[in-house]
């Protein structure tokens, strides 16, 4: 059966079942602070588990792009080197919010399992929590009777709290799980030893194919656990692993899921798959890591340096290593695997064919950027191992930390080769380089969090912001939080006027009021499913009903920003071509930025058309179009722009300015027509990532006010040059005059510079069969220092010179010493000018045959030639 027939059969086993069938969300995460990336299948689905929203079916199915290279689930350093872990993979999944719970999870994971997929029945066993004192929790005896009536006693394992009970994070909701395990070894493998003593032991045969989780508690800050107000099931099934058992694998990427990009590979390495261990692990490196780094593009988040960014181009550079070193790979070649992969998905996960040009070369381009400082760096690795081997079997911090900021590697690349070659790294001394760097301290990144503490119950929180900039309120729930020292609480309103920050649209700012007592609301933010208020104290009468007033000043100058930032992409789209898509956005009250897919730097030409069809659609005055709770198949009708990245319900808002120009998937507010926005000017355009370019620009008041002080500038030049018919020429003529006194200038500098070297060749001095020249000097310039000094040495062999000179009122030393006599008199240049420097109150530098230095106190040359003396002369008397 083919991967794509096993993904369809248990979607619609499950539709069959009353199951809703629902999109994968993003596999990068947005507005939850406690993930980066979707690393389960219940992630989308935590605020129904939590109470704080309402699930469209209480009964759901899907498949949900995962990833697990970061945190506490992190495989990063399995992927490859065993043949069923993975970065990114496909989690099969179905749902009970409150509905059924232990007996039909069971009863149906085993039906689909045996029945459709016919999977043997003796091969598979099944675990159930066997309790926990630390939690007071017993054994599950519920999921026990539930298995001991399908299959028999001696197949069912007491699993650990390690195993058998499932947890997000540190905080959220958990439960008891029952895992199925399928043992997939041959018939004397298992004659030999049973397959229950394989279980959980890591045997590459012996693997979880699916977790039945029992959600039922909610695992508070303090450790304890709380019941969930309704009991849910949450399923998830290695859709990888799964294909493996129903096609009779005895690896995942033996698989059709890998075959296809691991045969591609081989075929261009002239490599060929299962002949050699090392190629081997290369190949199944870069067939995971392709399919991460390919949808954590498609989902919005590009390689970087921070965060989520950092941890894409860690998985890039580890596949471009493996590339190089096992297969050859000496120029680009990951990104040629994009448009196959799309095709692999095409129809499961479209954001890959839509975008696969755009995947292409961004990894293109993050891979043709490592690789100019691969080999350097291998080489310097190859030094550094060597090295070790003979010593501690340890790369120190200080080491590892110099890799990673002089030659891009991370972290868990350089542990990688250290372990490949016997030795291991120094990580806590790599992670105090890397704080230092960036001038922050461990507890300055540390955040603490208290409980959140409920006032009310409440099932939505009502967003009353499209209408209104004020509102009667109640606090339903708070918690105290503390962030880089400093003490901030998180209100939840039941009814709010302030817009959470999303979709680019920074959050309200304001104030909640109970009578005269006003509570600063500093920021708002959207936190899973609720819209959370932030302040730096909490209103004395928690129960009192509040006045939620937002600040109407700045809402409104971001509400210009933000609808600009709509006719903006629209004409971007008209003047550059549809490839452009939005790639991110900053919307806030003094500025709008845009970053969008085109691999060109604009013209001007480019700007100022795109300048011109915004300004005209602002005069049009177009009314806003606004539309609620719109399917989401007739908003797509309507040519709503919907970005990729993003996780739309059933029902969208869709925001239109003209409906043959702007229509658009959005959440945030915007002016009631364009002509409010007033003006909008582009002060920017640059290139951000690979194929990501940026526009800056301004709206309103913030426009009128650069134009005015562009006329202010214009008025002050005119001023400056009396008042010129024509003031372009009048500039034009000025520059070309300063150029031709810059020569004037430049020819009189030199015939000083000449006039002075003979002066100073006069002050030559033989000392021992040495040149020695240490005088005091006035020149024009520090280039004419500079040329004086290359000449003297080309034309007097043994030279040490040193020459404090007077640069136009400034002092300046010039040391200049002949290759021969650095060696043979142990002179460094670099190491004289420093202690010179002192003299002039001043510092500098160079190479040991040359260095120069500046300084403060020009009264200090003539202690600068008596040191200089004192110094030589002890070098030369040796």
Known sequence: MESKEIRKRFLEFFKKKQHEIVASAPMVVQNDPTLMFTNAGMNQFKDFFLGNSEPSSNRITDTQKCLRVSGKHNDLEEVGMDTYHHTMFEMLGNWSFGDYFKKEAIAWAWELLTKEFNLPEDRMYASVFGGDEADGLALD?????????????????????????????????????????????????????????????????????????????????????????????????????LAMAIQGKKSNYDTDVFTPLINFIADQAQVKYGNDEKTDIALRVISDHVRAISFAIADGQLPSNNKAGYVIRRILRRAVRYGYTFLNFKEPFIHSLVPLLAEQFDGVFPELIAQKDFIGKVIKEEESSFLRTLDKGLSKLDVITNEVKNGSKIIDGKTVFELYDTYGFPFDLTSLIARENGLSVDEEGFNKEMAVQKNRSKKDAETSAGDWVELKPIEEVQFLGYESLTSKANIVKYQEVEEKGKKLFKIVLDQTPFYAESGGQVGDTGYIADGDKKISIVNTKKENNLIVHFSTELPQNLEAEFDAVVNSKKRKLTENNHSGTHLLHAALRQVLGTHVQQKGSLVNEKVLRFDFSHFSKMTDEEIAQVEK????????????????????????????????????????????????????????????????????????????????????????????????KQNELVAQVNELLNNPKDTLKAIEA??????????????????????????????????????????????????????????????????????????????????????ELVKSLDLHAGNL??????????????????????????????????????????????
């Open 141 to 241: 005896q519920e999921a026990y009777d539930y298995w001991k009536a399908i299959i028999p006693e001696d197949r069912i394992i007491n699993g650990s709290k390690k195993d058998n009970f499932w947890e997000m994070g540190d905080t959220g909701p958990c439960g008891p799980c029952s895992e199925i395990h399928i043992d997939l070894r041959s018939d004397e493998e298992v004659a030999k030893v049973p397959g229950k003593d394989l279980v959980n032991m890591d045997h590459p045969q012996v693997v979880e194919v699916w977790n039945l989780v029992f959600m039922q508690f909610n695992r508070l800050a303090d450790g304890s656990l709380k019941s969930l107000p309704a009991q849910h099931v949450d399923t998830g099934m290695g859709f990888e692993r």
């Open 613 to 708: 069809i915004v300004n005209q659609k602002i005069r049009e005055n177009i009314p806003l179009d606004e539309k609620r709770n719109v399917p989401i198949g007739q908003a797509q009708e309507m040519g709503a722009m919907a970005l990729f990245g993003e996780k739309y319900g059933d029902f969208v808002r869709v925001i239109t300015f003209d409906k043959d120009y702007s229509v658009e998937l959005c959440g945030g507010t915007h002016v009631p027509a364009t002509g409010t926005i007033g003006l909008l000017k582009i002060v920017s355009e640059g290139s951000v990532a690979a194929g990501v370019r940026r526009i800056e620009a301004i709206t309103a008041d913030k426009a009128e006010e650069y134009y005015n």
């Open 734 to 819: 000025l520059v070309k005059e300063k150029q031709e006194l810059s020569k004037t200038i430049e020819s009189i500098n030199a015939e000083k510079a000449g006039a002075q070297k003979g002066v100073l060749q006069n002050a030559i001095q033989s000392v021992n069969g040495y040149n020695v020249l240490i005088s005091e000097a006035q020149l024009p310039d520090a280039e004419g220092l500079k040329k004086l000094s290359f000449e003297l040495k080309n034309e007097v062999d043994n030279l040490i010179m040193i020459v404090a000179a007077d640069i136009a009122g400034k002092p300046q030393i010039s040391i200049m010493i002949s290759e």
């Open 833 to 878: 000018i420093k202690e010179l420097a002192k003299e002039i109150k001043g510092g500098g530098g160079g190479q040991p045959f040359y260095a120069t230095a500046g300084g403060k106190d020009i009264s200090g040359l003539p202690n600068v030639v008596t040191k200089a003396k004192a110094l030589i002369d002890e070098k030369t008397n040796h």
